[in-house]
């Protein structure tokens, strides 16, 4: 059984963090790789590949970070809790092909 999609309607951040990042985002649902669990909806800033997931930009927000992020479905350790130094910000690092991507339109 697939768990169901998260959906809700969402309002875009824009902060100096967007406008360093090129200036446009998108929503992406991320699940975990190993058993398709849905996990959250990210806004992701810019071009490139998702290295790491800013807390703030987790949808829902989580309300305290734990040290891993781990998928609720299967156990799965996905990623690491760190600061990323550059910005001063928490963030989950991910580890490489632990999570699936897929962007979707906000309502």
Same mark, same amino acid.
């Given at each position: =059984?697939?768990?169901?999609?998260?959906?809700?309607?969402?309002? @875009?951040?824009?902060?100096? @963090?967007?406008r360093?990042? /090129? !200036?446009?985002s998108?929503?992406? %649902?991320?699940? #975990? %790789?190993? #058993? $398709? !669990?849905?996990? #959250?909806?990210?806004?992701?800033?810019?071009? !490139?590949?998702? $290295?790491?997931?800013? &807390?703030? +930009? =987790?949808?829902?927000?989580? &309300?305290? &970070?734990?040290?891993?992020?781990?998928? %609720?479905? #299967?156990? +799965?350790?996905?990623?690491?809790l760190? &600061?990323?130094?550059? %910005?001063?910000?928490?963030?989950? +690092?991910? @580890?490489? /092909?632990?999570?699936?991507? $897929?962007?979707? $339109?906000?309502?």
């Amino acid at each position: =059984m697939k768990p169901k999609s998260v959906k809700k309607a969402v309002v @875009f951040k824009k902060d100096a @963090f967007l406008r360093a990042r /090129g !200036g446009y985002s998108r929503l992406l %649902e991320l699940s #975990c %790789e190993h #058993c $398709k !669990g849905v996990l #959250c909806l990210y806004q992701k800033d810019g071009p !490139g590949i998702l $290295k790491r997931l800013y &807390t703030d +930009r =987790m949808i829902p927000e989580p &309300t305290r &970070t734990a040290k891993q992020l781990v998928c %609720e479905h #299967c156990e +799965r350790v996905l990623g690491a809790l760190i &600061t990323y130094k550059k %910005e001063d910000r928490p963030a989950y +690092r991910l @580890f490489v /092909g632990a999570v699936a991507k $897929k962007i979707v $339109k906000s309502q």
